[in-house]
């Protein structure tokens, strides 16, 4: 096995204007992309983000990280007895997963029972990490445990694909896993006009078209949007991220308005998986884009991903909305296709 | 704008023997990541495939790529005549695509009707690029010629999310985007028992009840694999493919059965887009590892990506074996994470 | 087993005036059901059509009945080849499929194949019959045959889930299974002031803040509507038809458009599986009521249940109009709730 | 409007053995549909429950009712600020909730944030009834007493979807709606020898490739079964029900084990919508049914409907084990076939 590295070109975008609950700030982003014209993409929707009077609206909403650890039951009234005895002692579940890590904290957990299989799916704080290895040497305690105590249940899994990590499911935007950023904009009408050549109603048409019922006809779940993986892709690449979890991440929705010629924009995204510390992030391109990002400086354990996942939901915000606009406009598209197909060898 | 770049670690892994209709060779591959147990555990499974008389059969199903556009009819009659219409001239609109590039060649159409709206998704083969760029080059041409020629419908969205790119959805598996690939292997009882310490049947009952029915009860679509999404990002990382991608790509499905006490295990990938051609992949170190792949030899159009997506789905096999074998066996999953975390700043 | 029947109430709605390219007519629908508000409900929607220039527009987009088949390959390679194999020798299928029934004929097939599982969905038309039983049989004398002309194949099933019937899936409206029928109303401002008590832009909003946005939300699988299945159930019962086939038949989408005031509202079911003939509708009540509803007089094979088709899913538009627009009003459904509340048993 | 009524032939089914935490009885259970088929299925099931020695042990996982409002914010932050405060005074809110109903009992609610959409969804427990009017009376309640205290909060729809009523999603099983309840049945291999000709291997990989593998690649959503659907249906309308809500009702998940040669097998409903009072339920059949079932000498308020769906759980269980055995063996299937068609009309 010879070592070498695959080189992902990366560009500053912004400043992006941000307010809200965890971020008031003008601030840069990285994205390390292969695809170029993202870049431009990203931009405009970075220099709209100065034109609006709030900037980009961003409100966390909520953040947990979780397992699911899978167990073989007798059979189901064994599965049943097992998660209400488990649901009377949670204080001592949390002990146990304590032990683990001074950073995880049980903070809840729920139930699936499919004939004598037992799904307990445990939800973490993680402090600044994403929490992949935390939560799993949490449940892997939390699983010991349960075998010792719980009569009649035999391990299945570590992991039994109700997490959901990295899969095309629902459980994560219905239960929680990552943070739940909530991003908003709301642009005069002219402003739409002179930055994106298009108006309110376009876009809000388009959204109901492509993103809601488009990608309800392909059998979508839980996913109304453009290119929320895009953008996701070439921030985590950037950060150091583990960027596998843009499968869930890209799980979001689009939502727009035409409020008598203004525009309402927001992105919701809620299964943001990012940390701050851990693996690629502490050192190299990443710890400096992480500093250069402001996300080494939270004084509480959690600030700094916090700050991270709010500046990712902008940025999305940033590419999505100019995407939309873009592909209202067919004139637009067919123009900037041909130039970009023209500087490539595929013609 | 101040450009860098993102450095993902790269290794090789194997050699993986394969055979099938596509790719009968042993090959080493390049994973990008910066989770390094991945590098391990998929060498784990390429050893296996050197220890199966047949290697891993990989079996290249189909190949397609697609773009869907939008158009709003002026109602859902225009619409339906406007279908019969284009299905009725069907050479006429390949004979506009042929005229937008000398790759792209339009194979068929299917059409969505919700209400007004009107879906025309294209399916076109590329050659050796993935693709997006030609077939939304081709759609603009379609899309001009069709609102010249077609009564009652006008410009909706170039993109209509029916294509489906990068979101979670099940329209690609069911009417092909990018390459199908199935890939399988035969391994003997004591080859299961001395390299994964396991039996056919542990894997066959996690399979069952983690990728089948744990993601089913998640709310998965389409998906039924632990970690695809983990292989494919690596892998498209290190040959410079549009790695978000991996949002459909990972949409796939494990299948194991125990043969008396031998292991059948398959992987199939319906939906890799991978291209050896276009951006990223003409120059510096993904172009190094497309032509160390075996990648630029290919002797007619797409040989070179139909390589390279066989490629891709036996990496998948190899990793997800691997992982699934080890979480068949709890002491073996505790000691890994428990060494792993030890190196870590997490805890 | 003593026998006895359960009475669901039946009340005749209309008449919906209807028009497009199966009906053009005047027609009064029955509606059996145990919940007695939605005779009102429809009865406004209907009331509604027949204030349009157009009444409801009805367009039959497509129609086919499917079965799939489960076969269990000796591997992918020879799953592929017997794909290949069965699409050059489709005459052959053809004419199998003909010696079943004078009815059924095959008109094209899909595969699937996952690891060494081939699935084969074959496509029907099946006259004036809904057709569960006639594909059922077509596909018992095509197993026959695959099974005696194609080596390294054995039996998995005659039904293997990706028909898909009574599942709540997205094959079906993707590739088709039933009727596919669009309906759609215009109606002027002042209609839905003074009928509907509401406006265009209050419905539109509506429903994409319930319909497409609130059912993503819940990982909701190709459905946008209030509540199609209310109004399919108590069609299909009242006509003698398979009910649970409500499960996929109420799979569809509501979408709406504020046209300067006027509104535009359609509703789209890919997945109507009714008949005029076999089991329950050759006699007693059901036959009475096809009869009535002018299902008897078709000229050619298949006329009868095109049209019921047509009277189903113009029957689905007047209840989920009345609803979407009740709902727009806070004051108007507490007070039908209150009214409602005080007559049952519940309070 | 001119009354009549669907007449839908009925049988009773048994007697099927229960043991469990709800009903430990032997009972007939009545089937009203129009496929005849159904009864002799069921009641081969039936004929197997006599002969385990547990009968079929049924598991009341859980019970909940639900109704989901929309709510229009000025923004995402006012609608987060929104769930905070009515998180914290849910006190006052189960009081409201009381006021509108004796029996409805607010137990909870979860919340989804979409842009400047809110969704409340809450949770009630009621009684013996279904619970659909009463948690639309109590959501009607709780509705003004929100748009009253919370600032910045606009009504959007007494229904938002996100409840689910009778549409295909996830939510339903992940965060319950209706009864929860699994039922199993252990089988010796005898048994399943001479009763239904096949095997607990056959059994058990017919439902891995058909219920599970079929339907995942159809798109399904938390579907897993063979029929499911057809037995509610026909359990439903013979006792009453509002039976649109097969829809979700279907939703569930069949897991057969082979254990060395004896069978076991399992149904989990995690949405079964029932009720013993209320419309039909008070009178007529419905009521003779109900009475005959034992469901109207419950003490406690919900003793009747947890026994209701309980029965309709071991029912499914009846229908859904005897025609996947049929499924394993084609010669069985062929012939049945044939003699069926034989009788109708449709050939």
């Keep these: 096995m010879n070592e070498t590295a695959a080189i992902v070109p990366m560009r500053w975008i912004g400043p992006i204007r941000i307010t809200g ?3 008031n700030d003008e601030v840069s982003v990285p994205l390390a992309t292969f695809e170029s014209p993202l870049w431009p993409s990203a931009q405009r929707g970075a220099r709209l983000s100065t034109a609006a009077e709030r900037g980009i609206v961003a409100t966390l909403v909520d953040e947990r990280m979780t397992r699911s650890i899978l167990l073989r039951a007798d059979d189901a009234p064994t599965a049943h007895r097992a998660v209400r005895q488990l649901t009377a002692e949670f204080d001592r579940l949390q002990a146990v ?3 683990s890590s001074r950073y995880a904290r049980l903070i809840g957990f729920t139930r699936q029972i499919a004939g004598n299989l037992l799904f307990l799916r445990f939800e973490f704080v993680t402090g600044d990490a994403a929490g992949h290895n935390m939560v799993t040497l949490a449940s892997d305690h939390l699983m010991e445990h349960i075998l010792k105590t719980i009569p009649g249940v035999r391990y299945g899994s570590i992991s039994g694909n109700y997490c ?3 899969k095309a499911t629902a459980v994560n935007g219905i239960l929680g896993r990552g943070k739940n950023v909530v991003t908003e904009i709301l642009l005069p009408a002219d402003t739409v006009a002179s930055t994106l050549h298009t108006t309110a109603a376009a876009i809000a048409d388009l959204n109901v078209g492509k993103n809601l019922i488009g990608t309800l006809l392909a059998g979508g779940i839980r996913s109304a ?3 929320y993986a895009n953008l996701l892709l070439a921030f985590y690449l950037a950060t150091g991220q583990d960027a596998a979890n843009i499968v869930e991440g ?3 929705v689009t939502h727009a308005e035409d409020r008598d010629g203004d525009l309402y924009f927001s992105c ?3 299964n943001l998986i990012v940390g701050t510390t851990g693996n690629a992030k502490n050192q190299g391109f990443a710890a400096d884009a992480l500093a250069r990002l402001g996300c080494r400086e ?3 354990p959690g600030d700094n991903a916090r700050r991270l996942a709010v500046l990712a939901a902008a940025t999305v915000l940033c590419g999505e909305l100019s995407l939309l606009a873009a592909q209202t406009n067919p004139g637009e598209l067919m123009h900037a296709h041909l130039k970009y197909e ?4 595929t013609k």
């Design 250 to 252: 890209s799980q979001g």
């Design 21 to 23: 609950n965890t971020v």
């Design 97 to 99: 997963a304590a032990e």
């Design 298 to 300: 939270g004084r509480a």
């Design 268 to 270: 919701t995204l809620p």
């Design 225 to 227: 949007n453009a290119h």
């Design 164 to 166: 959901t990590d990295k």
């Design 342 to 345: 023209r500087s490539t060898a």
